[in-house]
């Protein structure tokens, strides 16, 4: 166990920055851009063109992700959230509130590091609203990907209880989200949570699909990507049939990011690079697809199964924006996880 933490926080990390420069792209400027630099497919760190040709029609602002720049991971949402799920965990444990994850924002989350769904749920609680109306209140946003991309911290923490991990990504979800949204965090809670437990990517699926309603348009679109796997020999077919029935929702929607990571997953084939290369590279909200394929695909493969070549630029850190955690060992975090599966596994059992 000990291992397959290191592996998923890992996994999201290298996922996470991969995707950074390329956020709300579109594959065809993804595609675009690769192709400047000479390339087809992503199975690295994206590389930085010092000098891009005029044609292309986005810029990458993040040179300090790319490869042979990267020195640690740089801040990023996706791994605040990460990092908030496990510090609420070690202070309140199975006894978290909704309420308290808010008052936690209040104390630790700047609000200008927050976006879409949960700068308006933050807000909310500054008029002094609660839950739920902290998600229904001038907040067009609560179905969007904020919500799923919290997942992971109550998924390590209660490595191989994926029931338990989707409870605790509900509690947190209802703070900014509704239906859909609440549905991606509690989906992929619960999968990345088996997948502590599994090597076999449908198991791992269906455990996240048991903790959401059958007929909910996400549990559609995850069954629809996996019936669209057995179609289409390759990934780009894939996509293809991904875009035609989600490309109409907005880039950061939770369904359409949810099925691009089913894509990244189910073509990588247990391969890392392949992994977070094909969800990164179907654009949308790249640096939540890469990160949360990442993690799935980490937990199963463990520390010492992912290539070096995406852990060792990593350097055992990563920055954040939470007010006195600005600088973290990743390993440290993988050890406050495995504190909590063992805290939190006692007292998820009935006496």
């Known amino acids: 166990m000990p291992d397959r933490l290191q592996g998923a926080l890992l996994g999201r990390i290298a996922g996470c920055q991969l995707g950074k420069p390329v956020e709300n792209w579109t594959k065809a400027e993804i595609d675009a851009y690769l192709a400047a630099c000479g390339e087809d497919e992503i199975r690295d760190y994206l590389p930085y063109l ?56 209040l104390e630790l989350l700047p609000y200008h590091k927050t976006y879409t769904a949960e700068r308006a749920a933050y807000a909310n609680l500054i008029n002094g609203l609660a839950p739920p109306a ?22 390590y923490a209660c490595a191989g209880n994926p029931t338990l991990a989707a409870e605790l990504a509900f509690r947190d979800a209802a703070l900014s989200h509704t239906a859909n949204g609440i549905y991606g965090e509690m989906f992929f809670a619960a999968m990345i949570a088996a997948a502590f437990c599994t090597t076999d990517l449908s198991e791992a699926i269906a455990a996240g699909l048991a903790e959401i309603p059958a007929e909910c348009r996400l549990a559609e679109a995850v069954r629809a990507v996996q019936a669209w796997r057995a179609q289409e020999p390759t990934w780009r077919g894939c996509w293809e049939r991904i875009n035609a029935a989600y490309g109409h929702y907005h880039p950061v929607h939770t369904i359409n990011n949810a099925a691009l990571v089913l894509l990244g997953l189910l073509y990588g084939e247990g391969d890392l690079s392949a992994t977070i ?22 937990a199963m493969l463990g520390a010492q199964g ?27 975090l993988a050890a406050l996880a495995l504190r909590l599966v063992h805290r939190l596994a006692p007292a998820a059992t009935p006496a």
């Not at 790249?286 to 980490?298: F, I, K, P, Q």
């Open 277 to 298: 290369g094909i969800a990164v590279h179907g654009g949308w909200d790249t640096d939540c697809n890469g990160a949360t394929a990442g993690s799935v695909l980490g």
């Open 50 to 105: 010092e000098h891009p040709p005029a044609n292309l029609t986005k810029v990458n602002r993040h040179p300090a992700c790319c490869r042979g720049r990267l020195d640690g991971a740089e801040r990023d949402d996706d791994q605040d959230y990460t990092l908030l799920g496990l510090l609420l965990l070690d202070r309140h444990g199975l006894e978290l509130t909704t309420a308290q994850v808010g008052e936690a924002w």
């Open 134 to 155: 902290t998600a229904l209140v001038y907040n067009p946003y609560r179905e969007w990907i904020g919500a799923q991309i919290r997942a992971d911290g109550w998924a």
């Open 306 to 332: 992912l290539p070096r070549h995406w852990t060792e630029p990593l350097q055992d850190r990563m920055a954040s924006a939470l007010f006195g955690y600005a600088e973290n060992r990743i390993s440290d």
